[in-house]
């Protein structure tokens, strides 16, 4: 079974890549014409964000009384950035694969599923102060639109939502079981509507809650603890602005503070509200116009683009395959 789903979960990676070919064709053109040396400064910045997200993992883990070294948090949040990239669920992959490890590892799994959850919400509560930034300086250079600001709301929609869902089973499980319950029936009604069987269970609904709370009884520091963690996540972004960076002097194309803060800013955002993983075809459509209207020529901003998009999406997608086919295969031995 685990064999399959490693093929499952490699094989959906391949097709990924076979969908783009055509734009990995594209950014081996641009790598000749750009000064590679900026090009392998952005690679090692990546490689450093893979060790300061595994360790904002560890800061949220230790939280809750887990104490894991960050070498391997860090294996295990690059193998789940993967499974968020192949099987797009809204971060819930990552989230059972760090249950599924957890379990594996002799750890409770519901302090994990917690721990990751938690990282979600806390990665888009940085993104948030980052964001307040970028939107600050769009609107103060009159280029804030209707697409921007409701992107932006989307966004603060699934944070709070997320927050909601932490905050009842911190709370009560109870609670926070029959919040779930009352979502699972709801979608079994609409199921039902076009005659197919239920499609989510309640009583399986309960039992999340349950680990969900259980988790939380663990948490053995102030919930002002959490701040930790979240300036972990703004470094996070502050290595991705880095990059950016570097995609602009691999063409030495001039920018401000401004220009890296609010074009940063639009990519991320919808590279998270994006319908396609992690915004394919999205923020390369949308990251060249943000940076146009930065007052960024056209041509610059597309091959900017192209190499940012190769540092902070293709190089992690391949190390996350890697990291996820070494989990597993050290899973099945140990299971052999």
């Not at 809750?64 to 797009?88: C, E, K, Q, S």
């Not at 939502?161 to 029936?185: D, H, P, Q, T, V």
């Amino acid at each position: 079974m685990r064999k399959l789903l490693l093929a499952i979960v490699l094989g959906l990676s391949a097709i990924i890549i076979a969908l783009s070919f055509s734009e990995l064709e594209t950014i081996l053109l641009t790598l000749q014409k750009a000064h590679l040396r900026y090009f392998l400064l952005a690679l090692v910045i990546q490689s450093i964000w893979f060790v300061t997200t595994g360790r904002m993992y560890q800061s949220i883990f230790h939280l809750l009384g887990i104490h894991d070294n960050v070498i391997t948090l860090t294996r295990m949040a690059t193998a789940a950035t993967f499974i968020n990239i192949v099987a797009p669920t809204g971060g819930a992959g990552g989230v059972a694969l760090f249950a599924s490890e957890a379990r594996r590892r002799g750890h409770p799994t519901g302090k994990a599923t917690v721990a990751a959850a938690l990282f979600l919400l806390l990665d888009q509560a940085a993104f948030l102060v980052i964001l307040a930034l970028g939107l600050i300086i769009l609107f103060r250079r009159n280029d804030l639109d209707a697409g921007e600001i409701s992107a932006s709301l989307f966004l603060f929609t699934i944070a709070i939502a997320y927050g909601f869902i932490l905050y009842l089973g911190y709370r009560s499980a109870e609670r926070l079981g029959n919040f779930l319950a009352k979502i699972a029936r709801g979608v079994n009604k609409v199921v039902n509507f076009f005659g197919k069987e239920n499609y989510l269970s309640e009583a399986r609904a309960h039992e999340f809650a349950h680990e969900i709370s259980d988790g939380f009884l663990g948490l053995t520091e102030k919930p002002s603890s959490l701040i930790r963690p979240i300036l972990w996540g703004i470094l996070d972004k502050g290595l991705l602005m880095l990059i950016l960076i570097c995609s602009f002097l691999s063409f030495q194309v001039p920018f401000s503070a401004g220009t890296i803060i609010a074009g940063f800013s639009l990519a991320y955002l919808f590279l998270i509200v994006s319908p396609t993983p992690s915004g394919i075809g999205i923020v390369e459509g949308i990251m060249p116009i943000a940076l146009t209207s930065l007052n960024v020529n056209w041509s610059q901003a597309v091959v900017i683009t192209l190499i940012y998009r190769a540092v902070t999406f293709w190089f992690p997608l391949a190390v996350g395959a890697w990291a996820f086919r070494t989990l597993h295969i050290g899973e099945i031995k140990q299971t052999s």
